[in-house]
């Protein structure tokens, strides 16, 4: 669209541009409340005007494994966290703490987002339940955290 699109945020201008189709902003109120999104436009003539809310959650963490009825056999598998609602701009921005069992396991460097479980060796557990454990954390706002936990049985 080449109209003039302008964008407000709790009642105060954000953002305007021709054809503009999103912004972004960082959300300052708190976890159930909502901000006021508001875009106007002129169009063929006629003034637009549309208003939504957004609401505001807490950051979560949610453990993506494969795993039908929560148990798994020997072998490989991978991990990986997935973060909700977190006020960041890249997953470079978040801080990826594993556990396994209650004990810190350390992810790749290249990809902390994800945990490797090697269940090949001899002497693995079998008929043993495990415990996965994610904490993901804001590194600019130490507050802004969310834990998962995932239990699973070695059969």
């Known amino acids: 669209s080449q109209s003039q699109i302008r964008w407000y945020l709790d009642g105060n201008f954000l953002a305007a541009g021709q054809g503009l189709k999103s912004v ?30 957004i609401l505001v959650v807490n950051p979560e963490a949610v453990i993506d494994f494969r795993a039908p009825y929560k148990e798994i056999k020997i072998g490989d598998y991978r991990a990986s966290a997935l973060p909700y609602f977190f006020n960041i701009k890249n997953l470079n921005e978040l801080n990826f703490s594993w556990s396994l069992n209650d004990k810190k396991v350390f992810g790749f460097a290249e990809n902390p987002e994800a945990m490797d479980l090697n269940l090949n060796s001899q002497g693995a557990p079998i008929q043993t339940a495990i415990n996965i454990g994610v904490i993901v954390q804001n590194i600019f706002s130490q507050l802004e955290l969310a834990g998962k936990n995932l239990g699973l049985i070695v059969k």
């Open 24 to 53: 972004k902003f960082t959300a300052t109120q708190s976890n159930g409340n909502n901000h006021k999104i508001r875009v106007t436009a002129s169009y063929k003539g006629a003034d637009l005007d549309k208003v939504f809310s």
